[in-house]
């Protein structure tokens, strides 16, 4: 995974870290799409972001849903630290 990917990702972790201090509901290690994708159904607010954040990656298949998967395997984590 190249660095500004890398940037980019933590940064997404941050944002999601503050929004959980405000509203609770998200893990340091959760980016925003796998939250919205797993709490899409909980209330409109977390729809509303999982339909918008998809439509900004338009050219991905249920960007939302591919974060998720991708938290679940831990493909985030470096090698070392993957337990699949």
Known sequence: M????QLLIALD???NVVISLAIGGGWADETISARAYRTK????????TYKTINHIFFWQIDHC?????SEKNQKQLPPRYRTN
Not at 65 to 69: C, G, H, I, K, R
């Open 13 to 15: 972790q941050m944002v």
């Open 41 to 48: 159904g909980v209330n409109k607010y977390w729809l509303i």
């Open 2 to 5: 190249n660095r500004i990917l």
């Open 65 to 69: 849903e591919q974060a998720y998967e």
